[in-house]
C-alpha cells in the first residue's frame, strides 16, 4: 500500500529533550515536507526537500532541523524543544513537478507533540 | 505565510444540501489543489485544477477556478454526513517555495 508512514503518533517530552519524529514513504517520491498545524493556523510550513541531499526552509524553520540521506526518509529533528513547539505535525510526500501522475501531496497520520 | 484563504472558515448544512467553499489567494499559480482532513487525521487529496483550466469534476465534487480574480469554488453536491471534515486549498509549488495551504474551512453534515 502506498503510504507515508511517521512515528510516533503521539509523544510527551520536555523541554529541551532532543527528539527525532521519523517519517517514511514508499512512493519513490521526489518531494518530501514537514508542516505543522496549530489551530487558527492551518498549516504552516516547516522545511520541505526537493530530493536527497537537498533541503529548505519552508514558513516555519526555526527550532527544527532535517536532513534527506535516502530518497525514503524525511526525519524532523527538534534539537532542543520549547513548548511553543507543542503542535500537530505531518509529513508528506508528492512526485516531482511535471511528472505524469499527479504532484498532490500524500500526508502521513500525523504526530502529536507535547512539549511540557 | 498562508497563501490561500479559504471561506467561510465554518459551515453546517443538512444532508443531502449543496456545500459550497471558497479560496482566495495572493499571486500567481501553475495549479490549485483542495485537500480533505478528517478530525486530527491526514490531508486527503481530492483534486487539482491547473492554471488553464475553469472548471474540473470529480464524483460530487466540482470545482472552479477565476485566475483574473484570484479564487477557486470547491462544491459538494449532495452532501453526506461523512463528508464532515475541514476543507483546504493549496497553491504552489513556487519557485523557491513549496505549497502553502490556508486555514481551512470546518465542514459539518448533520443527518
Known amino acids: 500500500e502506498a503510504q507515508v508512514t511517521q512515528n510516533p503518533r503521539y509523544l510527551i517530552t520536555v523541554t529541551g529533550k532532543k527528539l527525532t519524529v521519523t517519517c517514511s514513504q514508499n512512493?519513490?517520491?521526489?518531494?518530501m515536507s514537514w508542516y505543522r498545524q496549530d489551530p487558527g493556523l492551518g498549516l504552516r510550513q516547516i522545511y520541505y526537500?526537493?530530493?536527497?541531499?537537498?533541503?529548505d526552509k519552508g514558513d516555519v524553520p526555526e527550532g527544527y532541523k532535517v536532513s534527506r540521506k535516502e530518497k525514503r526518509n524525511f526525519p524532523l529533528i527538534l534539537e532542543s524543544p520549547s513548548p511553543n513547539q507543542t503542535s500537530l505535525y505531518f509529513c508528506?510526500?508528492?512526485?516531482?513537478?511535471?511528472?505524469?501522475?499527479?504532484?498532490?501531496?500524500?500526508f502521513g497520520s500525523g504526530t502529536r507533540l507535547t512539549v511540557v | 505565510s498562508q497563501q490561500g484563504e479559504e471561506d467561510p472558515q465554518a459551515l453546517s448544512i443538512q444532508e443531502g444540501e449543496n456545500a459550497t467553499m471558497n479560496c482566495s489567494y495572493k499571486t500567481s499559480i501553475n495549479n490549485l489543489q483542495w485537500y480533505r482532513q478528517n478530525s486530527g487525521r491526514g490531508l486527503v487529496h481530492l483534486i487539482l485544477?491547473?492554471?488553464?483550466?475553469r472548471e474540473k469534476h470529480s464524483g460530487r465534487l466540482r470545482v472552479t477556478l477565476d485566475t483574473s480574480k484570484k479564487s477557486s469554488s470547491l462544491l459538494i453536491t449532495a452532501s453526506r454526513a461523512a463528508d464532515t471534515a475541514s476543507y483546504f486549498c493549496a497553491t504552489g509549488p513556487y519557485n523557491n517555495n513549496d505549497m502553502r495551504f490556508g486555514a481551512g474551512t470546518r465542514l459539518t453534515v448533520k443527518p
Open positions: 485544477i491547473r492554471s488553464n483550466e
Open positions: 526537500s526537493m530530493n536527497v541531499e537537498v533541503t
Open positions: 512512493m519513490n517520491h521526489e518531494y
Open positions: 508528506a510526500s508528492r512526485p516531482q513537478q511535471g511528472s505524469t501522475a499527479s504532484y498532490g501531496y500524500t
